[in-house]
């Protein structure tokens, strides 16, 4: 079954702890993604990879990293998290070369907490 | 900065009519239109997706596209309860419409009422 697989899916901590959100795809998507969801804000991308080792900021990557070691994974490390972090997040990935029809898979979320 | 506008609603709907669901862009590059369904704590799901001008049909949903106005639609006919969720709009200068370059609009929260 394809699927990205985010965890931890809930997630309360403290400002400054740091914490990584894992995302892993078991569909050899070329394409991988992190977005955050506000209230009023809408869908936001923060970073984006295009391919192992090839990394891209999104439209808000302030005080998130990232990193694309394997394919399938894709995790979003947030080093000094702080309250305005606070968001539902979501993976997703994408195959690329399908031309139109390519599909986005999005993981169930991970509600992050900071307080 | 490229921007999806949608309207916030909430759009309520008698059940059995047609919903219908508007979205515009500034990006007159873009390429690539889509229409995502979003349940209230659920991750998006994809439900249309359009390339060209004109009509595109899928079950009861409708998806229009207008190029030259920078305007995407989506019409839901014979609307059902289970259709009340978030559409989502979102628009991609790649024609490939890969994860990297979709922006999403706020979404315009549907209601439809039994």
């Known amino acids: 079954e394809a699927q990205v697989t985010q965890n931890p899916r809930y997630l309360i901590t403290v400002t400054g702890k740091k914490l990584t959100v894992t995302c892993s795809q078991n569909?050899?998507?070329?394409?991988m993604s992190w977005y955050r969801q506000d209230p009023g804000l809408g869908l936001r991308q923060i970073y984006y990879s295009m391919n192992v080792e090839v990394t891209d900021k999104g439209d808000v990557p302030e005080g998130y990293k990232v990193s694309r070691k394997e394919k399938r994974n894709f995790p979003l490390i947030l080093e000094s998290p702080s309250p305005n972090q606070t968001s539902l997040y979501f993976c997703?990935?994408?195959?690329w070369g399908q031309g139109a029809g390519n599909t986005i898979y999005f993981g169930e979320g991970s509600w992050l907490t900071v307080v | 900065q490229k921007e999806v506008e949608q309207n916030s609603g909430p759009l309520s709907v008698p059940e059995g009519a047609i919903a219908s669901l508007n979205c515009t862009y500034s990006d007159r590059g873009s390429q690539s239109f889509f229409w995502y369904r979003q349940y209230s704590g659920k991750s998006p799901e994809l439900i249309m997706s359009i390339y060209s001008n004109g009509d595109k049909e899928d079950g009861r949903f409708t998806a229009q596209l207008n190029k030259a106005s920078q305007y995407v639609s989506l019409l839901i006919r014979d609307s059902q309860p289970s259709d009340s969720a978030t559409y989502l709009c979102a628009v991609n200068p790649d024609p490939g419409g890969g994860a990297d370059g979709l922006t999403f609009g706020k979404g315009t929260h549907l209601i439809i009422q039994p």
């Open positions: 997703a990935s994408s195959l």
């Open positions: 569909m050899n998507h070329e394409y």
